[in-house]
């Protein structure tokens, strides 16, 4: 603008030398009219020139005002104009104002795109995290106990089971070193190994963990290596060189109940074996008496052939209760339940029972009520029961005791009962005394038996006939058992 103005003046002085030149033969006054015309139109050119230079600054500070004030996203080509003010006429201002319209604009752009893919961010933020809390809760409502480790053996995960287990909560825990959080070694080196093996895949265990009680519980135990693509594609599975690892995981499952089960069938066979192995013994032994012609007269041949009977039918007593047993077990039994009288089927009990009591001279007494009690009930399996009781309580009652089966209503049951003056049980026995072939040690020469009774007994009661078998004793004085059955008298 400056530089335009002194150009301006400098032609005005030029054009008012010209004139001077000119009028040099001219008068005086003639000289210096020509002059003041050129310093006129000098003046008048600057004046003119300084009036569009100062429009020129106003539009341009509306213009610019105006920028900073519309929302630059809505400016284009098309509507630009329409938004701001007219620009000034001078180019230099037009082309310094389109260029940073251009700018601007195309800071929009990059704007609403960094926008739109922070919103897409946002929205996969908010799914991974659902997904997370999701993950989190789910396993926090597992009862198997899930510990996972990084790869410097650090827990970074642990569900809720697997804190009350190992006794630690992972939030507060001031080390979150495994080997300081979980005292089971076996676990520690199973997970540190899987951590470690280039190879994916799981590796199982069977560890034992204490627990507070000073017991311990089994748990098989589930180790996988955890594993993630560098570069793959979702919903593509990563290439077995893109897998990076990361730790590793375990999931414990409780075998507890198989343990103690593994436990029962190994003593349950052992138990089986030697109860046939003692009248199997006595067969053999026999047999081989016969064949090598020991038993020269018919009557000790008659003897030998009776123990051998006896032995016999042992065995098979055994194997009856055991296939008895095993079909209760399995729900394959055939019960045939009707409305029968509960007294009937003690009496009947009762005459089956009386040569034995009599041979060692018990005193065996009935006190059944006289109200009519009535049991939906398989006959042959109940009546079973009933005899396996009174039998047990004549075996280890000793010569010219006492033994009393009693009956009465109990509310919507009827209960009856078989109290004996025996040896009784310890509190230990009485626990266990429902277990298969199960014998108290220091009875076991009052009477043989194959430790069977009762527990058929028992399932007969409970699993079939939906009752209950109970034993209270005390030891030296003698022993209860009771059974307590649904009250079905008011269906006859």
């Avoid at 006429?89 to 104002?97: F, G, I, L, M």
């Avoid at 075998?255 to 003692?278: C, P, W, Y």
């Avoid at 022993?479 to 079905?488: G, Q, R, V």
Wanted: aromatic share 6%.
């Amino acid at each position: 603008m400056l530089a335009t103005l002194a150009a301006v003046l400098s032609a005005g002085w030029v054009i008012a030398w010209a004139c001077g030149l000119l009028a040099d033969s001219g008068s005086w006054p003639v000289r210096v009219g020509l002059l003041a015309v050129g310093l006129a139109l000098a003046a008048g050119s600057a004046a003119l020139l300084l009036r569009r230079a100062e429009q020129n600054r106003r539009m341009t500070k509306r213009y610019f005002d105006a920028l900073c004030r519309v929302d630059v996203c809505s400016l284009n080509p098309d509507n630009g104009a329409d938004e701001l003010p007219p620009l000034p006429t001078d180019r230099a201002w037009s082309d310094v104002a389109g260029r940073l319209q251009e700018l601007l604009l195309d800071y929009c752009r990059r704007t609403q795109e960094l926008k739109h893919t922070r919103t897409a961010w946002e929205i996969r933020y908010l799914r991974l995290k659902t997904q997370c809390d999701q993950i989190k809760a789910i396993l926090s409502g597992l009862s198997e106990p899930i510990l996972a480790v990084d790869d410097y053996h650090e827990v970074m995960l642990a569900n809720r089971s697997a804190e009350e287990l190992f006794g630690f909560e992972l939030k507060s825990a001031e080390t979150r070193a495994l080997d300081g959080v979980v005292h089971c070694q076996r676990l520690i080196d199973l997970l540190t190994s899987t951590s470690r093996r280039k190879v994916s895949g799981g590796r199982t265990d069977e560890i034992e963990v204490p627990d507070e009680d000073g017991g311990a519980r089994w748990y098989r135990v589930t180790a996988n290596k955890l594993t993630t693509g560098t570069d793959e594609e979702e919903g593509q599975e990563p290439a077995a060189d893109a897998r990076t690892s990361y730790g590793a995981v375990a999931v414990l499952r409780d075998i507890g109940d198989q343990k103690v089960l593994q436990k029962r069938n190994a003593e349950f066979v052992s138990a089986v074996s030697h109860e046939m192995k003692t009248p199997l013994a006595g067969i053999k032994a026999y047999v081989e008496l016969l064949a090598d012609g020991d038993a020269e007269d018919e009557e000790t041949q008659e003897e030998f052939l009776n123990v051998i009977n006896g032995q016999a039918d042992r065995l098979q007593r055994l194997i009856d209760n055991m296939l008895n047993l095993a079909r209760i077990e399995a729900g394959v039994v055939n019960v045939s339940k009707q409305t029968r009288s509960l007294n009937e089927l003690l009496e009947e009990a009762l005459h089956v029972v009386q040569p034995a009591a009599e041979a060692k001279q018990i005193e065996l007494t009935a006190e059944l009520s006289p109200m009519y009690l009535g049991v939906l009930a398989d006959r042959d399996m109940l009546l079973q029961s009933a005899i396996n009781l009174l039998s047990n309580a004549i075996k280890y009652t000793p010569e010219k005791g006492r033994v009393t089966l009693r009956s009465r209503l109990e509310d919507d049951q009827v209960r009856f009962e078989v109290q004996d003056t025996g040896v009784g049980l310890s509190e230990e026995d009485c626990r266990r005394v429902f277990e298969k072939f199960y014998r108290v040690n220091k009875n076991k020469d009052m009477a043989s038996g194959t430790g069977l009774g009762l527990p058929l007994a028992k399932h007969i009661v409970e699993d079939v006939h939906g009752g209950q078998l109970t034993a209270q004793s005390t030891l030296g004085e003698g022993s209860t058992f009771a059974i307590t059955l649904p009250n079905a008298g008011q269906l006859t």
